[in-house]
Structures are given as structure tokens and as C-alpha cells.
């Protein structure tokens, strides 16, 4: 199944390795799409997304369609503070996986 067809708790069974694999290709996918990257072409998971091009704007985009996929509300200082693809996937693997209060502000009703 797509990552943009999966819901979080479908995302939350997952073995851990799995759930970043599918994180990896959801966050790759959305990011070369923003990017107006094609298939082919190499995105980088440890270069800043902004020394890639990536605006405030499309990032704030990014954000919400992130948050509509996977069901839970990120942290706008997470975007600007995990500002590689490898690290927000780091980040969002815990906050999916780990829906206890400390990743507050990460899981809705948490915060």
C-alpha cells in the first residue's frame, strides 16, 4: 500500500525499520513533487531542503499536507529545526510511533 493511502494507525503497526522505510518514501516523494523534481533525479536526505530550493512557503504547504496524510500536527520550529529530509524523518517516525507526551506537540491531543 501507498504511505498516501495508509492511516496512522495502519503507519503506527508497522515495525519500526518498515514505518521509516515508507516515512522515507512518503517525505521523498512530497519533497520532489515540491521541488518540481522528477523520479530520476537524486534527492539528497542530508542537505538542507532550503539549499535545495525549498521556500518557507512551499514548506508551510509541505506541512499541512503532512499533517493531512499522516494524521498528526507537526510543529512548524520542527520543520525550520529538523531542516534535512533524514532528520524530519527521524522525527516523524517517533512522533508516529511514539504517541506518549513527550513528542507533545507532535500527535494531536497530546499537545
Given at each position: ?24 518514501q ?52 520542527v ?33
Amino acid at each position: 500500500m501507498s504511505p498516501l493511502h495508509m492511516t496512522l494507525q495502519q503507519f503506527r503497526e508497522l515495525p519500526r525499520a518498515e514505518l521509516a522505510e515508507e516515512m522515507e518514501q512518503l517525505l521523498v516523494a512530497k519533497f520532489r513533487e515540491s521541488l518540481l523534481m522528477d523520479e530520476t533525479e537524486d534527492l539528497p536526505l542530508d542537505v538542507s531542503y532550503f539549499d535545495l530550493g525549498l521556500t518557507s512557503l512551499k514548506l508551510t504547504e509541505m506541512r499541512q499536507t503532512l499533517e493531512d496524510v499522516l494524521a498528526v500536527s507537526i510543529n512548524a520550529n520542527v520543520l525550520f529545526n529538523e531542516p534535512t529530509v533524514s532528520r524530519l524523518i527521524d522525527h516523524l517516525v517517533d512522533a508516529v510511533s511514539d504517541p506518549s507526551p513527550r513528542t507533545a506537540g507532535a500527535i494531536p491531543g497530546t499537545a
